[in-house]
């Protein structure tokens, strides 16, 4: 509370990693936000869906939902996990109207193609509770990250995206009217 006094335009984002691994403390948190009016967003990639992730829904004032595609195998391949819990986690939020902002990260070689764009586009343009579509350029900064770790970074190969394929991708989701 000693910071209110920074945040009265604004408010608290809770991110990660995946923030709802720990979904008890962000209801509790959240809960504790509202009592002071503070607005509460949520970072995540939906891939988490269950009843105590519904239960920090009833405190959150916008969600920042990251998308890496609507197609299953691409998503399988970029995730390692299926997108199920995305897309319902999506559907939730359009059924008890919880602001959204989508995230979505294009990456050169599995999310540019001019088909991706428009499948995601056309399939985001259904959703009243999307206020803004955040396409960000994928880059190679959290490479490093992977190497002192000693883990693998599958997409270490994977050039940055070009500025202007940005721009023409940007086009597609306008097209769509959806907010950029």
């Given at each position: 509370?000693?910071y209110k ?8 984002t809770v991110?990660?990693?995946e ?6 403390f962000i209801k ?14 949520l970072d995540?990639s939906?891939a988490?869906f269950?009843e ?6 009833e ?9 890496k595609?609507v ?11 299926k997108?199920?819990?995305?897309l ?7 059924e008890?109207?919880?602001?959204t ?8 070689g ?7 764009l428009?499948?995601?586009?056309v ?5 009243k509770?999307?206020?803004k579509?955040?396409?960000l350029?994928?880059h190679?900064m959290?490479?490093?990250k ?19 394929r ?5 086009q597609?989701f ?6 950029l």
């Amino acid at each position: 509370m000693k910071y209110k006094s920074f945040i009265t335009k604004g408010g608290v984002t809770v991110t990660g990693g995946e923030p709802l691994l720990q979904a008890g403390f962000i209801k509790e948190f959240f809960q504790l936000c509202k009592q002071e009016n503070i607005h509460t967003a949520l970072d995540t990639s939906g891939a988490i869906f269950n009843e105590k992730v519904k239960e920090v829904l009833e405190h959150t004032d916008l969600v920042l939902l990251d998308i890496k595609s609507v197609d299953p195998e691409t998503h399988q391949t970029l995730t390692g996990i299926k997108q199920d819990n995305t897309l319902r986690f999506l559907n939730y939020l359009e059924e008890k109207g919880i602001n959204t902002w989508v995230r979505h990260v294009i990456v050169p070689g599995y999310t540019d193609s001019e088909e991706e764009l428009e499948k995601l586009a056309v399939f985001l343009s259904k959703y009243k509770v999307i206020k803004k579509v955040e396409l960000l350029p994928y880059h190679t900064m959290g490479v490093h990250k992977y190497e002192q770790l000693g883990m693998e970074y599958k997409l270490k190969d994977t050039a940055t995206l070009p500025s202007e394929r940005l721009v023409s991708a940007k086009q597609i989701f306008e097209k769509h009217s959806l907010p950029l």
